[in-house]
C-alpha cells in the first residue's frame, strides 16, 4: 500500500505546495510568476502542462484552447516555457508527473504509484463531463491540476490559476460541470487562501505582476474521500482502464473554494 504524499510539518499556512495550471503558465506574467514562486515553495507543474511542453513541436494548436479562446494568442507564451524547458535547468525547480517514472520530477514521499493514481483520478473527474465534451488541452491541466490536489488531500496545497471576467475560474466552472460545488469565499477566508497563494510577502516579481494587472485566482479542493482512495494501490491499473465505483471515487462529496489573488 502506497500513501500519497503526507503534509509536512508546515511553518505556516503559506508553505502549502502549489500547483500551477495552464491558464496561468500560458498567460502574460505566467512564467515569471511561476519561477519566482518555485524559488520559495514547492511549485507542481500538471501533468498536461508537462505533457504540452514535452509534444512542443506537434500540438494540435486549435485543440489547444477551450471553444471561443484564440489559441495562437496562447503561443509566444508556450514558446517561452518550451524554450525555458529545452535550453535551461530552471523548470528543474518545479515537480511534475510523466507518462512513466524517469520522464517524472517527484519530491521525496511522492512514488509512481501515488503519481498513477493522480492519472486515475483525473480519468474519473472527466468522466462526470458531458459525454462527448471536447475536453481542450488547457482544460486537460485544469482536470490534472484537481487530481493532483485531490491525490495530495490531506496536505490541501493551493493551484493558482487565473480569473475570469464574466464569472468564476474556468477550472470552476469544469467542476460545477462535473457537479461538484466550487464557492467563491470572501473576507477572512479569502485573504488567508490568498495569502496561501503567494505568500505573507509575495515574491517581488509576483507583486509587481500582480500591480501590473494580473488577476489570479487561488483555488483549494476539499476531497474527503480522496484520502481512502488513493490507498487503494492496483499493481496492474492503467489510467485509461479506470472504472467508476462510488466505494472508491475520491470525487464523491468534493467541492472546491476559490477566491483572487489580493494585489
Not at 508537462?50 to 496562447?74: C, H, M, S
Not at 509566444?76 to 520530477?105: K, Q, Y
Not at 511522492?110 to 481542450?136: I, K, M, N, Y
Not at 469565499?185 to 500591480?211: D, F, Y
Amino acid at each position: 500500500m502506497t500513501l500519497p504524499l503526507a503534509a509536512r510539518a508546515l511553518g505556516s499556512e503559506t508553505d502549502s505546495d502549489l500547483i500551477i495550471d495552464g491558464r496561468l503558465a500560458f498567460s502574460e506574467h505566467g512564467l515569471l510568476i511561476a519561477l519566482a514562486l518555485a524559488e520559495r515553495r514547492r511549485c507542481w507543474l500538471a501533468q498536461g502542462l508537462w505533457a504540452l511542453l514535452q509534444r512542443f513541436e506537434v500540438i494540435d494548436y486549435p485543440d489547444l484552447a477551450d471553444p471561443g479562446e484564440d489559441a495562437r494568442a496562447l503561443l509566444p507564451r508556450l514558446r517561452e516555457w518550451h524554450a525555458v524547458w529545452s535550453a535551461t535547468t530552471l523548470l528543474e525547480r518545479f515537480c511534475w508527473i510523466g507518462d512513466v517514472l524517469f520522464e517524472s520530477h517527484l519530491p521525496p514521499g511522492f512514488d509512481q504509484s501515488a503519481a498513477r493514481r493522480s492519472q486515475e483520478f483525473a480519468a474519473l473527474l472527466e468522466r462526470f463531463l458531458a459525454p462527448g465534451t471536447p475536453v481542450s488541452s488547457l482544460g486537460l491541466c485544469a482536470r490534472d491540476s484537481l487530481a493532483l490536489a485531490a491525490v495530495n488531500a490531506i496536505a490541501a496545497p493551493v493551484i493558482l490559476t487565473l480569473t475570469e471576467p464574466d464569472g468564476p475560474p474556468r477550472m470552476c466552472r469544469m467542476l460545477s460541470a462535473a457537479g461538484l460545488d466550487c464557492v467563491e469565499i470572501e473576507g477572512e477566508q479569502a485573504a488567508r487562501l490568498s495569502r496561501a497563494g503567494t505568500g505573507e510577502a509575495p515574491p517581488r516579481p509576483v507583486g509587481l505582476a500582480l500591480a501590473a494587472g494580473a488577476r489570479l485566482a487561488a483555488v483549494c479542493l476539499l476531497a474527503p474521500r480522496a484520502v481512502a482512495a488513493a490507498l487503494d494501490d492496483a499493481p496492474d491499473f492503467e489510467p485509461d482502464d479506470a472504472e467508476y465505483s462510488e466505494e472508491r471515487d475520491p470525487w464523491h462529496g468534493a467541492s472546491a473554494f476559490w477566491c483572487e489573488v489580493a494585489s
